[in-house]
């Protein structure tokens, strides 16, 4: 036969099993058996053999999923210096190389630019293309030697990755997160660090978390690959991976109308779950079936335009915008796009704000909007974007700052987006005044509320607003730290706070702290004048909470500045009228003085007016006492001359009432305010008086409280007064949103413990309330915050409750949030 006759040419390099030429198919199958390897050495012989201008398409089909499987590790070469030395040759057999005209051919830029990226991946030189830093990077996590092409910060991080692994494989969870906090969110490694984050979710049982935080790993990485395998283990669809569980369509396949309800549970599924495709699928149906009306399927189409804006996965969206009707107030989709960029790119980009802002003026000219659309979508937008934007200053703050120094790009960049934040805030806020919701006009909340974007509505009604402890508690808490060193940096973000929430008892609380650290400061440094401006803020922003007369020992401390010989009588008649006792008065107010940095024989003279009243203290005076003074007493943090020997004091004046009287059984106030400080102040002695005090019948909370030092553990009660009645500034408090729920809590427990009293059980102890015998009214009083909190995040929610109160009382309030999610 004629191909018998054939030779084998002198310069073809390799042999197949017979001694016929290479052909076409033979390069091909080396393609589909995805032996790479073989499929360039197989093109070589091929061009060797026959003109290379009749395979340029099957050259670019070999360079281009030769590098495709080269990046994502599918291509290893046995010799890389082989491989490239093929590269070169099948180049020019081709009469391609470097210096070619690259428009010549489509498939030659192809060509060119798959050599170049193979070039790169085994070429041993530095990589700077970001893309392939990432591959290479994924590489060197299971071959070390490839560490040494990486940039050594690079190189250094993926060391980091590997150490977290083995934490993990050892099943050292926290250590394999502390590990990673080096790592940021914009370094190639990110991808990593959220992988590793979700096995801590997943292997801990909690799949759900797992699933969120792998939704964010990009596709084209191999932690997205890891994680599709991690899932598939316990078959958990992995979005964009699997088909959808038909399971709740079942209206779908019916001749007859579904039920209303089955139709918003499914709809209010798939939202949740982002399955805007299988929602486009039933509109259809339900369209065609004649079961809702064009406007019904509009307002549906609009639901999912809006769902979209807040999914965060612009790459995914845009397929779904191609089949929307789009809305008359956006017929070229410019929000999306704005978005969808914004959300892809960099959030301290002044340009991707840029965008967004001209989409927002452009539809205060759109003839399809009302004037309240416009104030809707003005609002909606930035909200949105704010809410993103205060996630991100949450990650910041939580991950990155602890490590970062002062001067460092982490610490910058977080100031940059925090600044942008406040301005979207006080955007949504300005767009509404008067808070008057507007969404309930706009073309998309037309539909039932289950399909609105709760957190969007949250941000911009001033009663969720003030109590969001997402977004707004990330500023708090930095305003907080700011408090503590730099009042000038603090108060411009204490003074916008109260734009945006002036009513928030943690804004006043805030705008209090700083009045009172500035009047300290002008105090000690010898300016009365700027004191008494102090004196003016303080006296508009007072907390709910703040001890009767304060204020009025503050006027005091500004006349004692001014003249040390002021009469006392003088200073404290004010809080004679307001009946607080003169031994609590004196104590704070020397203790005030300390701070204040006043001469010695000014606080000596306040010592001395307040030795007689401590021979025969009164519970009251004493209990007033521990209120005002004992928390500042009992923390060390304050360094202030005599804070120690005010103390002792405190604990010898309490030892000295408690032994002299008994407390009233009715007398709860007096109990718990006295009970806190013998907890903080942890003496012995104080404890078994106050015990001895206390009526065990009545005070089950008090005496638990004190057991909990050590006493008795075993006899402890669940609910701890230090939770229920602590100073809400105290950093082990109760949030104010979740005191009444807890209070209704404990009052329900004490009902159900009396019931057991007087039952046949002699033998029943106190015990919290079980979860099944939780009262409705406490269900209903879960405020619409809480749960959005909940919902948004149980993990850190369940962490958040653990730090602040006991276990039993954390499990029975997360089972009400859970009990009421599910309703």
Not at 598 to 612: E, V
Request: net charge negative; proline share 6%.
């Amino acid at each position: 036969m004629a191909s018998k006759s054939k030779k084998k040419k002198k310069g073809q390099r390799g042999s197949k099993a017979s001694n016929s030429p290479t052909r076409v198919i033979d390069v091909r199958q080396a393609m589909t058996q995805h032996l790479h390897d073989a499929a360039f050495m197989r093109l070589d012989q091929l061009l060797d053999a026959e003109a290379g201008s009749t395979h340029l398409a099957l050259a670019a089909d070999v360079f281009t999923l030769g590098s495709k499987a080269a990046e994502s590790f599918v291509f290893l070469p046995k010799d890389p210096a082989a491989l490239l030395a093929r590269i070169d040759s099948i180049l020019e057999r081709l009469k391609i190389n470097d210096s070619s005209t690259t428009g010549e051919s489509d498939r030659v830029d192809v060509i060119l630019e798959s050599a170049k990226r193979l070039r790169n991946i085994f070429g041993g030189e530095a990589i700077a293309d970001p893309n392939l830093l990432g591959v290479m990077a994924d590489q060197a996590i299971a071959k070390p030697e490839r560490r040494e092409r990486l940039p050594s910060e690079l190189a250094e991080e993926t060391r980091l990755v590997v150490e977290a692994l083995e934490h993990i494989e050892a099943g050292r969870d926290e250590e394999a997160l502390s590990v990673l906090k080096p790592i940021g969110f914009r370094s190639v490694m990110a991808p990593w660090r959220l992988l590793i984050r979700g096995m801590v979710h997943f292997y801990g049982d909690r799949r759900d978390e797992a699933l969120e935080t792998w939704k964010r790993l990009p596709a084209d990485r191999l932690p997205h690959a890891m994680a599709r395998a991690i899932l598939g283990t316990v078959s958990v669809a992995f979005p964009g991976q699997t088909k959808v569980d038909k399971r709740n369509l079942a209206g779908l396949t019916k001749n007859k109308q579904p039920d209303l309800l089955d139709i918003r549970n499914d709809l209010q599924e798939l939202f949740e779950e982002a399955l805007f495709h299988e929602v486009l699928l039933k509109i259809n149906t339900w369209e065609k079936e004649g079961w809702i009306s064009p406007a019904t399927r509009n307002a549906l189409h609009d639901a999912i335009y809006t769902q979209l804006l807040i999914t965060r996965t612009p790459d995914q969206a845009g397929a779904i915008y191609a089949k929307l009707r789009p809305p008359a107030w956006d017929p070229k989709l410019a929000l999306p796009k704005a978005i969808g960029q914004f959300f892809s790119g960099d959030p301290a980009d002044p340009h991707a704000h840029a965008q967004i802002d001209r989409f927002v003026e452009s539809t205060q000219s759109n003839p399809h909007l009302s004037d309240s659309d416009r104030t809707a979508i003005k609002a909606v937008v930035n909200a949105s974007i704010a809410f993103f934007l205060g996630t991100l200053v949450k990650r910041f703050n939580d991950e990155l700052l602890p490590d970062a120094e002062g001067d460092s790009d982490s610490l910058k960049t977080i100031q940059v987006i925090g600044k942008q934040y406040l301005e979207r805030m006080l955007n949504a806020v300005q767009a509404c005044p008067h808070w008057d919701a507007p969404l309930q006009h706009a073309p998309f909340a037309g539909i039932d509320p289950i399909l609105l974007p709760q957190e969007l509505i949250c941000e911009i009604h001033e009663t969720r607003l003030k109590a969001r402890g997402d977004d707004l508690g990330v500023l708090f808490s930095a305003a907080e730290s700011y408090i503590q060193t730099d009042l000038q940096r603090t108060r411009p973000l204490v003074q916008q706070l109260i734009q945006i929430a002036p009513r928030d008892q943690r804004t006043i609380r805030l705008a209090w702290n700083l009045s009172t650290l500035s009047f300290i400061a002008a105090i000690q440094n010898g300016n009365t004048d700027e004191a008494e401006q102090h004196l003016e803020l303080l006296s508009s922003n007072v907390p709910s909470d703040q001890p009767d007369g304060l204020l009025e020992l503050y006027r005091a401390i500004c006349q004692l500045a001014q003249d040390p010989d002021t009469d006392l009588e003088s200073c404290l008649v004010k809080n004679d009228e307001l009946k607080v006792p003169r031994f609590a008065s004196l104590l704070l107010l020397e203790a005030i003085s300390a701070r204040c940095g006043l001469p010695a024989k000014t606080r000596k003279k306040l010592r001395d007016a307040r030795k007689p009243l401590s021979k025969s203290p009164s519970l009251q005076a004493v209990s007033s006492a521990c209120d005002k003074a004992g928390r500042m007493l009992v923390n060390e943090k304050l360094d202030f001359p005599g804070r120690a020997g005010m103390k002792k004091e405190l604990i010898t004046v309490a030892k000295r009432a408690l032994t002299q009287s008994k407390i009233e059984a009715y007398d709860i106030e007096t109990a718990n305010t006295i009970g806190v400080f013998v907890v903080l102040a942890q003496d012995d002695v104080l404890c078994r008086r106050f015990l001895q005090a206390t009526p065990r019948h009545i005070d089950w909370h008090i005496v638990s409280l004190v057991r909990a030092l050590g006493v008795d553990l075993e006899l402890a009660s669940s609910i701890l007064s230090d939770v229920m009645y602590a100073d809400p500034a105290a950093s082990n408090s109760l949030p104010a949103e979740l005191r009444p729920i807890a209070l209704r809590l404990y009052e329900a427990s004490e009902e159900h413990y009396n019931e057991g009293m007087y039952s046949d059980d002699d033998d029943m102890d106190f015990e919290f309330l079980d979860v099944d015998d939780i009262p409705d009214d406490v269900m209903n009083s879960i405020p619409p915050e809480m749960l959005l909190a909940y919902m948004q995040d149980p993990e850190a929610m369940e962490a958040q409750m653990k730090q602040m109160m006991p276990g039993k009382l954390a499990d029975a309030l997360l089972e009400v949030l859970a009990r009421r999610v599910r309703g």
